[in-house]
């Protein structure tokens, strides 16, 4: 320990996907370089005081939509606001979706999304690339560029053509023998889809996201058009009122795996463009900010999940599926220090009066969380502490990935290796050999036809 600026996080429990253990952590030059009991205090280093908090791996959104042109609009929380209120909220990373015109390379969509996402980012991101038409050499360049990961698919409206529509996606996947992430399972039915699937062997990740876990469907039925029309997203969450505590459910029991938002924004007045046809109304809700608190209030508070059940589905499981791991999604000597400390007892009220993102709406306003980020370390700087923002602008980093994580993929090869046909080995056939004849009716061997 050099103590050339570093942080020395002090007496906290810090919390891996498989531990909870009361020990400090050390930091200098972005990495994390210890964890344990009663590390030496370097000369110059700053301390932070966990103790009584929890030091948890910093969250990773798994599906983003920043500054998304969608619909005639633009998503009105870009890659600068839209990061900003994510370390707000304790998420230290996100992944954002690249979606390219009609016939526009794949590669130019990659770029321009670059382009926009660089100067503006306050913490590290990453791509998934939607693949709205196919050509083998955007694709090999795409995978240069270290985007990478299982499939992704879009899920449709309707509850039981979501259901359908997950079927027959698991199904087209296994028969080529491809894992399979599935993003947006909003509804019971797409869920049990993903259950049975699992429970076959099939390597399937099911990715439920804040909105379908912290609210539901019945808004849309408000007479204020207002409040229904900032709950209008594709697709839609189900009327179903029990449906977020059922997702959650399996989200604690490990039949789903991961969380994201598809934090996609547009204000009021974006909107209103369909108040007279709801097909018209831009689709797309907050979440990136609100995630770690309404799945802890959901799910740790309300005694669904342990604090390191939390830690894998908000950080550790979506770091190991998109092979980030363990650079990410783990406190561990030689990770990245994307640190949040966590006052599991603190409570805070949820408002679009007081969120960090730009729109003007939100889905989860007025609920009472119990579980609020104290501060959050991004690349070793402290980018939020007590309520107040130290952000800026451009200071994230594009991570590149490469393909086919073990946690993904180590089933698949195993498979393949175990399935692998093996020649018989043995002696050539030696005796006689029939022709056949289109007159020959017997079948038997006659030394006549025989040669």
């Known amino acids: ?5 570093g942080i020395l996080i002090r007496g906290g429990t810090v919390v891996n996907e498989n531990s909870s253990v009361l020990a400090d952590v050390y930091i200098e030059c972005g990495l994390i370089q210890a964890v344990g009991c009663q590390l030496p205090h370097p000369k110059g280093c700053r301390v932070i005081d966990a103790t009584g908090k929890l030091v948890l791996p910093g969250g990773i959104d798994s599906h983003t939509h920043m500054q998304f042109p969608f619909m005639g609009y633009q998503a009105v929380d870009d890659f600068y606001h839209g990061t900003k209120a994510a370390v707000a909220g304790g998420t230290t990373m996100i992944l954002d979706f690249v979606i390219p015109n009609k016939d526009e390379s794949l590669l130019a969509a990659y770029d321009k999304w670059r382009s926009w996402a660089d100067p503006k980012v306050c913490c590290d991101y990453s791509f998934h690339v939607a693949v709205t038409w196919w050509s083998e050499k955007g694709a090999k360049k795409l995978l240069s560029q270290g985007i ?17 529509a997950t079927l027959r996606a698991i199904t087209i996947a296994s028969c080529i023998n491809c894992p399979l992430y599935i993003v947006h399972v909003m509804s019971k039915s797409a869920a049990n889809v993903i259950v049975n699937a699992r429970r076959e062997g099939k390597v399937v990740f099911g990715e439920p996201i804040a909105a379908s876990l912290g609210t539901d469907g019945t808004h849309y039925w408000d007479k204020d058009w207002r409040k229904a029309a900032g709950y209008v997203m594709g697709p839609p969450l189900r009327p179903d009122p029990t449906t977020p505590g059922y997702l959650m459910d399996l989200l604690a029991n490990g039949d789903l795996t991961l969380t994201g938002t598809d934090n996609c924004t547009f204000n009021g007045c974006q909107k209103a463009f369909g108040k007279d046809d709801f097909t018209k109304i831009p689709n797309g809700v907050n979440g990136v900010e609100d995630r770690m608190s309404i799945i802890w209030e959901k799910g740790v508070h309300s005694g669904k999940m342990d604090e390191n059940r939390f830690v894998a589905v908000t950080s550790t499981n979506a770091a190991k599926i998109f092979n980030l791991y363990p650079k990410k999604g783990i406190i561990a000597k030689g990770s990245d220090a994307d640190i949040v400390i966590w006052d599991p007892h603190a409570v805070r009220t949820i408002s679009a009066k007081t969120h960090h993102q730009l729109v003007d709406f939100n889905i989860f306003e007025g609920m009472v969380c119990h579980g609020v980020p104290l501060v959050t370390i991004s690349r070793g700087k402290v980018v939020y502490e007590d309520g107040i923002l130290h952000v800026m602008q451009g200071s994230g980093k594009y991570i590149p990935r490469k393909p086919f994580a073990d946690y993904v993929f180590k089933r698949i090869k195993q498979r393949d290796e175990v399935c692998l046909p093996t020649p018989v080995q043995r002696e050539p056939y030696q005796g006689e050999v029939m022709s056949p004849s289109p007159t020959t009716t017997s079948h038997h061997c006659g030394k006549q036809s025989c040669h």
């Open 1 to 5: 320990m050099s103590g050339c600026g």
């Open 148 to 164: 990478t990961g299982p499939e992704g698919h879009e899920l449709c409206r309707p509850e039981q053509v979501e259901a359908e």
